[in-house]
């Protein structure tokens, strides 16, 4: 079983709705990251959090500690929005600032 | 333009052969990084490095060699191409380890197939 499980694995949505990624993770974390995979490859980080929510633009990041638990959310979704969405953690103990841990994604794509 | 550049961004490469991917940041980043990722899993760390001189296994390391001699640069060396070594292929750099600001960038990816 991974250390970290993403839901859904795929995604399809309507411009305009609300999305919502989920993450769950099995280990002790220090931080959690997301992150965003274009469709020609390229990942760009988007949030990390060690807890409580963050907020850019559109898009949400929460984290509940205790119960091992993020979500990214996406108000009035966008055909741009169209990704991989990529959740990795950092493992409590590690002492190299590389060395994550990667959900598998979630293939998201919004339709217009 | 500040960032991570990897080179090159697609090889074709026959079993046997050996080659060098690139990678380099120019962020004065400690904190390095190769990845893989391959259908159906996440990314994968073959090796990495927490300052020059410095380099350890991650968790897919076999057939990769990897040396850190300046903090800007961190080659992969693919030492007898194997067909399981086709996939694509991320270097991230990072400034630190630790701390909720400490984000980490990545290269655009480098697309290997072993023939």
């Known amino acids: 079983k991974n250390e970290v499980e993403q839901s859904p694995q795929n995604l399809t949505a309507q411009e305009g709705e609300f999305i919502t990624i989920n993450c769950s993770y099995s280990?002790?974390?220090?931080?959690l990251h997301w992150l965003q995979q274009h469709p020609g490859g390229g990942i760009v980080s988007l949030f990390m959090l060690s807890s409580g929510k963050k907020k850019h633009g559109r898009l949400i990041a929460t984290i509940n500690i205790q119960e091992k638990h993020s979500s990214l959310h996406i108000t009035a979704s966008h055909p741009r929005d169209s990704a991989v969405y990529i959740c990795a953690v950092r493992v409590e103990g590690e002492t190299s600032g590389s060395r994550l841990t990667f959900g598998e994604g979630t293939q998201l794509t919004v339709n217009p | 333009n500040a960032g991570v550049t990897q080179t090159p961004k697609f090889q074709v490469l026959k079993t046997g052969q050996s080659m060098t991917l690139q990678c380099a940041q120019d962020m004065n980043h400690e904190y390095m990084s190769w990845y893989r990722q391959d259908p159906g899993m996440g990314l994968r760390l073959i090796h990495y490095?927490?300052?020059?001189?410095?380099?350890d296994q991650g968790e897919v390391p076999n057939g990769y060699n990897v040396s850190r001699s300046t903090t800007e640069d961190f080659p992969l060396r693919l030492l007898s191409a194997a067909p399981s070594q086709t996939s694509v292929y991320f270097c991230?750099?990072?400034?630190?380890?630790?701390?909720?600001?400490?984000?980490?960038?990545f290269g655009e990816g480098s697309w290997l197939t072993v023939v």
């Open positions: 490095s927490v300052g020059a001189g410095i380099t």
């Open positions: 280990v002790g974390i220090s931080a």
């Open positions: 991230a750099s990072s400034y630190s380890w630790g701390g909720v600001g400490n984000t980490i960038y």
